[in-house]
């Protein structure tokens, strides 16, 4: 498939993703999609940011529009509320008036209005396990409609211990289902997931989960103890898009964004300890460019889809090797360049040559930049003119070692 009206969709999903600005389709949509189309399971691994909402909510609406039953007929399982949003603004982009809005089911917001989604005829749920393994037990969903099942980042599912709600909803789910498993990792417990809920799975493999993504420029500054706010400063000053920067603990997170904020920067900041109101406006601020730089932890690195991200920084490095790719992944999304650096000092060279032996790749040294003076006060700007200058530019990428496209089908 090499562009969306080659799909064997309706003409009135056509239009809408037409009107919703997709024209080409990335790798992992011009794989998956016709499969799923064709009814098949479907396990698909491929690096983050390489538009896998898509390719299975395209799909699920289709479904939703030529199967005109009562009751939800779809489910998306995600493991955080962040990715739940995110699936759920993606479908409410794509859905027009012809589908009811999803129901969204996830903790920390209001249950009056999820449940009222629900009544007034919902088809599709987005939901994290918690919160809907909680209305299940109390008898305030009904899944005898169901038709499609979607583990959304079932390796990070897994990774948050969320194995046995995910057994105990898909116990109370029809067994004739079609059911698509996405993940950026096929780790031994994600198998063993897939062989338990996916029959026959058409399998769908794209480059290399464990590297960054090509059209990512990844550096690194060895840098003092007593620089690495200087050094972080000047990344940003000379940055003209939006930077997320990323801390390894919670208070650190919260203590860097109010030191940069103190320095005239536009941050923001989203960890475990934010209320999800908080988390909420952080996010939505960052892309509506009233916040320039959002500081965050480990919880942002999945599932938080942010366009133009311009520069990733890891002030911290990470704890996981894997999570360094998931944060890299958050720039050089959908085909465009971005720019990842990460800050270590001379006692971490052996954490990051370990990073490096992990991931099979090799991080480019690069020298300290000069210090360039602080913002007094940063204004909100729109970031649209400054993020397409950022994302037009072409670095020169660092050669990683790794695999190329792979579409690989099961009969």
């Known amino acids: 498939m090499q562009s969306f009206p080659e799909l064997p969709i309706s003409n009135y999903l056509q239009d809408r993703i037409s009107s919703a600005g997709f024209t080409t389709p990335t790798p992992v949509q011009a794989a998956a999609i016709p499969l799923a189309l064709a009814g098949k399971d479907v396990l698909a691994t491929a690096q983050t940011g390489t538009g896998k909402t898509l390719a299975f909510l395209i799909p699920i609406i289709e479904t939703l529009l030529r199967e005109k039953t009562r009751g939800v007929a779809a489910l998306v399982l995600g493991p955080t509320r962040e990715l739940a949003l995110q699936v759920a603004d993606q479908y409410e982009a794509l859905r027009g008036r012809q589908l009811p809005a999803a129901a969204v089911a996830v903790g920390g917001l209001s249950e009056g209005r999820q449940l009222d989604s629900l009544r007034k005829g919902a088809r599709l749920v987005i939901a994290t396990p918690g919160r809907l393994e909680d209305f299940l037990e109390r008898g305030l969903i009904d899944f005898r409609a169901l038709r499609v099942l979607v583990l959304d980042e079932a390796d990070r599912m897994l990774d948050m ?203 480019e040294r690069v020298p300290l930049p000069q210090e360039t003076p602080c913002p007094h006060r940063e204004r909100p700007r729109n970031l649209e003119a400054s993020a397409s200058r950022s994302t037009s530019r072409q670095p020169s990428l660092v050669t990683l070692p790794g695999e190329y496209l792979q579409a690989q089908m099961a009969d």
Request: glycine share 8%; net charge positive.
């Open 161 to 363: 211990g969320f194995l046995p709600s995910i057994r105990r909803i898909a116990g109370a789910l029809p067994k004739q289902r079609q059911t698509m498993c996405f993940s950026a990792t096929l780790e031994a417990s994600v198998a063993h997931l897939v062989s338990e809920y996916l029959r026959h799975p058409a399998r769908v493999a794209l480059g290399s989960t464990l590297k960054p993504s090509e059209n990512v420029r990844v550096q690194a500054f060895e840098v003092p103890a007593d620089r690495k706010q200087e050094i972080l400063r000047s990344l940003l000053a000379q940055e003209t898009g939006r930077c997320l920067v990323f801390a390894r603990t919670k208070r650190g997170a919260e203590r860097l964004m109010w030191s940069l904020t103190r320095d005239g920067f536009n941050a923001a900041v989203i960890h475990g300890d934010r209320s999800q109101s908080q988390r909420i406006a952080a996010l939505e601020g960052f892309k509506r460019g009233r916040y320039r730089v959002l500081v965050a932890t480990d919880v942002a690195a999945r599932g938080i889809h942010v366009e133009n991200v311009a520069h990733v920084i890891n002030y911290d490095l990470p704890e996981l090797a894997e999570n360094f790719i998931h944060r890299v992944g958050r720039t050089g999304r959908a085909g465009e360049s971005g720019l990842a650096s990460a800050l270590f000092s001379r006692e971490e060279r052996g954490d990051l040559a370990q990073l490096e032996r992990t991931l099979g790749i090799r991080i």
